[in-house]
């Protein structure tokens, strides 16, 4: 019995010291949405736009230094980017970067968006307008 209560005890004290390890989140800094230029009050929770017969994602761009490890870390945080290379968009994207399209088709699409406009390298998102 003594050996039960001492392996309780081991294990509340491990999960406390792991407990204090865990990664703590930096608070979100609001400047970062200034970066976002898209109509948020036309999309809905899930992520769509227009009236209920005939709802679309609405699809963002920014610019992004051509380095792949900038876009292996896009890729992780928004699973709907495409790399358009070679191509400047509305965005204007130098010949050194590669425009980036995305889309609020997904989980937690303002969270995406809020974590790209975090990256350092990127400068503007906006919406795109498919003309």
Not at 61 to 86: H, N, S
Not at 88 to 102: F, K
Request: proline letters at 5%; charged letters at 25%.
């Amino acid at each position: 019995m003594m050996h039960l209560w001492k392996l309780g005890v081991a294990g509340v004290l491990g999960g406390l010291l792991l407990a204090g390890c865990q990664r703590k989140t930096q608070p979100e800094d609001p400047n970062t949405w200034k970066k976002v230029d898209i109509n948020f009050k036309r999309i809905g929770p899930d992520g769509y736009a227009g009236p209920s017969d005939g709802k679309v994602v609405v699809n963002y761009e920014f610019c992004l230094p051509a380095v792949e490890k900038y876009w292996k870390k896009v890729r992780q945080i928004d699973r709907t980017a495409e790399k358009m290379a070679g191509a400047a968009g509305r965005s204007g994207c130098g010949p050194s970067e590669w425009l980036i399209i995305g889309s609020t088709g997904q989980a937690n699409y303002q969270r995406v968006l809020f974590e790209l406009a975090a990256l350092p390298y990127v400068r503007r998102i906006q919406e795109t307008n498919w003309e």
